[in-house]
């Protein structure tokens, strides 16, 4: 297993943990300006929406929805009372109907239509226009019809004249218009109908120097409007109380509107309740009508026949036969009363135009059961005219409703039937025992019986006509004290400060945007790397031990040669190889001589990265070797500006000559120390697979373990070509070399692969082209300016690493071009470009 001794404990702990906050910190750190500029952006987006943003204020209102019949609701209540008191029950059904009877479209748009709520007014602003509430200095409306069809708004602007008058620019179904009025009153036409347009009576509503703004709307549309900006609720589960909340920008507008609701549903109301009693008013005057004729015939025919027959006084013997009659005949006119009034109710009743309609009630009937039954009938059918204006007649509530009072109708005329058919047995018994009395005058004059039954006519209908005027005027007490439905207990109040924007909530949602945004931008372009930028993405990608960060150089030292590490120099190149010697001593014993230096695929510096390793080591005065065995593609000669003719590694392999001195006169001095000796590659065989697995090469080896003191090698990569895992056999470590900016995230799943599969020997990991002016490595902060090796410029241009050696393509981005500017010499030998 690699050895994570370079690794401290905090980024141990790290990567075990999903949710970093180093990175978060290291992220906002070097994004600050990021974050400074989004918040600066939103908290300013949010001030122009407060400056601009019209308040809205909420205004509420309590009103008690009364009990309409309290016979029904003593029944229920008798019957309910234990579930109310267990909470099964809470409010009847009647409240639900006048809270959705309140809370619906025909009564919204009475009272949008009665305060002319459908036309908005404006004074052109800025950036939003100034709503006008009473204030506009001209009123504008039109017809009922015009507004019923109404199928887009209306649209007028209108600005005063210097010369005087006014004029109007407008817009109705798509087509503009304009005009030039002199005096107002005016009408307008347009496609859509007649604008009338009449100046405001109240004197202080003038114009100021910016154009008026009208907009007209159908009245539905405005009372969909009102409606979803309403809200009516109870306020508890046990009371008929609503409390009814409306939001607006014009406070007084919504005082208003909801003033004007509960008057229309109180108005609504007593027309529904009040209904029985216009009927009872009509039948009445109408009986009234016909008994006033009947009775003043009937007098009329008395005073005749008393003139005709000279009557002056009775007789004064059937004066005992008259108590007697008197008594039956009381009883007569009582039931032939109650006969006359059970009748008319029931033609009233067979009438079929009457039919679902109410019955005239409390006429006087004796008979209790009856007058119960018109009362439940009457209340089902104000019940369901109620329902009809706010359900059609096909929903369930309606039916329900109407199979009700089917259900009652039949019984109240079989009722009426039995009632009259009683009277009348009552009736024929009164007259047997008055026909008794009677005949107990038949002594007396003709004249006396006539008269008596003349006057039992007349006294029917007195009586009859008494109860009638009576009736009536119960009737019009009963229409005159009529209490709305609604009794208002707290009235409309808006409140003071608005409910919304809510400043302190918008300037919260924009701190918070202005930190999410930068925050979501860096997450989504950390999703979308695919590239490695710093040692966090290796420690999360691969176990491997980094080793060290090779920085970027600043100043090339000898030519176009890539060798950064030189003698008696001490800048950030020599420290960080020095480093990465320093920690190589702690993955190599002192018997293991062969280090293994390759990178996944083309370009990623292991040559850069070996040789210059070399060198430091060299410094120490340890005997060392740089052997080149990518010799698919040789560089090492051309990094050294060496002079090699047919001498080489392959010239070596390819031989017969094992001698020492053969061996020997392949390997030449780097030119840079004594203590650096350089063996290229040499001469690119046809058969390079051949001469790896070649037992020369092990016999060379073995050799430079007994003639050095470190040997490295440079081999090809061990994504393209499988050289170098031949060569791990010849090897005592490997170093992978990556590069910033460059290597693929997916080419770890290869360095894993072998290194779980262990093809090579101890493997570690080198991050190459760390670039510190890219402010993005968070764990290099501060080394930007170190002692006094001051400032590294950029590393430029790496490239396309493109074919290698003519074996296959590593396609990657083509001309993949730097972001971090460019460097004189970098190209070609920092970062073996062309390796």
């Not at 306020?235 to 909801?258: G, L, P, V």
């Not at 009445?284 to 026949?305: F, H, P, W």
């Not at 007994?706 to 056999?729: F, K, M, N």
């Not at 071009?817 to 062309?834: A, I, M, N, P």
Request: hydrophobic share 35%; proline share 4%.
């Amino acid at each position: 297993m690699p050895n994570k001794t370079f690794q401290t404990n905090d980024a141990v702990e790290e990567q075990g943990s999903d949710f970093n906050y180093r990175e978060i910190l290291d992220a906002v750190i070097l994004h600050w300006h990021w974050f400074a500029i989004s918040i600066v952006g939103c908290l300013f987006i949010a001030f122009l929406y407060l400056r601009y943003k019209a308040p809205v204020y909420s205004t509420g209102a309590e009103v008690l929805i009364k009990e309409e019949d309290p016979y029904k609701s003593r029944m229920q209540g008798s019957a309910l009372a234990d579930f109310s008191q267990l909470g099964i029950l809470t409010n009847s059904n009647g409240f639900d109907n006048e809270v959705e009877i309140l809370s619906s479209k025909t009564l919204a748009r009475r009272a949008v239509t009665n305060l002319k709520l459908y036309v908005r007014y404006a004074f052109d602003g800025t950036v939003r226009d100034e709503e006008l509430y009473r204030t506009s200095p001209i009123l504008a409306d039109m017809s009922s019809v015009d507004l019923d069809t109404l199928s887009m708004p209306v649209f007028l602007e209108i600005k005063p004249l210097q010369e005087g008058g006014y004029h109007i620019e407008g817009e109705a179904l798509e087509e503009r218009f304009e005009a030039d009025v002199k005096t107002l009153p005016v009408r307008v036409k347009t496609l859509s109908g007649w604008v009338s347009l009449r100046p405001n009576p109240d004197p202080t509503c003038v114009f100021d120097d910016r154009a008026l703004r009208i907009y007209i709307y159908r009245p539905t549309i405005m009372a969909e409007a009102f409606l979803e900006a309403t809200s009516i609720e109870p306020i508890s589960k046990m009371t008929t109380i609503a409390r009814i909340t409306k939001n607006d920008t014009q406070r007084q507008r919504a005082e208003d509107y909801m003033n004007e609701l509960i008057r229309v549903y109180n108005e609504d109301a007593n027309e529904v309740k009040n209904e029985v009693a216009l009927k009872t008013e009509a039948f009445v005057n109408k009986r009234i009508k016909i008994i006033d004729a009947e009775l003043g015939t009937t007098e009329s025919d008395l005073e005749m026949y008393k003139k005709r027959n000279q009557l002056v006084d009775l007789m004064s013997d059937a004066e005992a036969a008259y108590k007697g009659i008197e008594n039956y005949q009381t009883q007569q006119i009582e039931l032939q009363t109650q006969m006359l009034l059970v009748k008319s109710l029931k033609e009233y009743v067979e009438n079929p135009t009457n039919y679902m309609e109410v019955i005239p009630a409390n006429l006087g009937l004796t008979d209790q059961g009856l007058n119960n039954i018109i009362a439940e009938y009457n209340a089902k059918v104000v019940d369901r005219k109620r329902l009809l204006k706010t359900a059609p007649e096909s929903s369930p509530v309606v039916v329900s409703a109407t199979n009700a009072i089917a259900s009652l109708y039949p019984g109240i005329r079989h009722s009426l039937s039995t009632v009259y058919d009683n009277l009348r047995v009552q009736k024929r018994n009164v007259d047997e025992q008055y026909d008794l009395f009677v005949g107990r005058l038949s002594n007396a004059p003709t004249q006396e019986r006539v008269l008596s039954d003349i006057g039992r006519q007349q006294s029917v209908k007195a009586a009859l006509y008494q109860i009638l005027l009576q009736k009536r005027e119960e009737n019009a007490i009963s229409l005159a004290s009529t209490v709305d439905k609604a009794q208002v207990i707290d009235a409309p109040e808006s409140t003071i400060r608005p409910i919304s924007p809510k400043k302190k909530l918008v300037a919260l949602i924009a701190l918070v945007m202005g930190v999410a945004i930068p925050a979501g931008l860096i997450y989504v372009l950390n999703l979308l790397r695919y590239r490695i930028e710093g040692r966090n993405d290796i420690e999360k990608l691969t176990d491997l031990a980094v080793l060290s960060d090779i920085f970027v150089a600043g100043e090339l030292k000898d030519g176009k040669r890539a060798i950064v590490v030189r003698e008696n120099t001490n800048d950030i190149m020599e420290e960080t190889f020095r480093s990465l010697r320093t920690n190589l001593g702690f993955v190599m014993k002192k018997s293991e001589k062969v280090l293994l230096c390759t990178s996944v695929i083309s370009g990623e510096g292991k040559t850069f990265v070996s040789t210059n390793l070399a060198m430091s080591m060299a410094l120490m005065g340890r005997k060392v070797l740089v052997v080149g065995l990518d010799i698919r593609k040789p560089r090492l000669a051309k990094l050294f500006g060496l002079v090699t003719g047919h001498h080489g590694l392959t010239t070596y392999l390819a031989g017969e000559d094992s001698s020492d001195e053969f061996l020997r006169e392949q390997v030449f001095n780097s030119g840079m120390h004594a203590n650096l000796d350089v063996l290229p590659a040499g001469l690119i065989p046809p058969n390079p697979g051949e001469l790896i697995t070649s037992e020369r090469l092990d016999d060379a080896f073995a050799r430079f373990r007994e003639w050095y003191d470190i040997v490295i090698v440079d081999t090809p990569p061990v994504g393209l070509v499988s050289d170098t895992l031949l060569l791990g056999r010849l090897a005592d470590a490997t170093l992978i070399v990556c590069r910033c900016d460059y290597s693929l995230k997916r080419n770890f799943n290869i360095v894993n692969t072998i290194h779980q599969e262990g093809k090579l020997p101890k493997m570690n990991l080198v991050l190459n082209g760390v670039d510190l002016q890219q402010r993005k490595y968070g764990y290099y902060y501060g080394y930007g300016n170190y002692g006094r090796y001051g400032r590294y410029g950029s590393y430029g241009s790496y490239g396309g690493y493109g074919n290698y050696g003519g074996y296959g393509k590593e396609t990657h981005t083509g001309k993949s071009k730097s972001r971090h500017g460019s460097s004189r010499y970098l190209r070609e030998d920092h970062f073996d470009d062309k390796d």
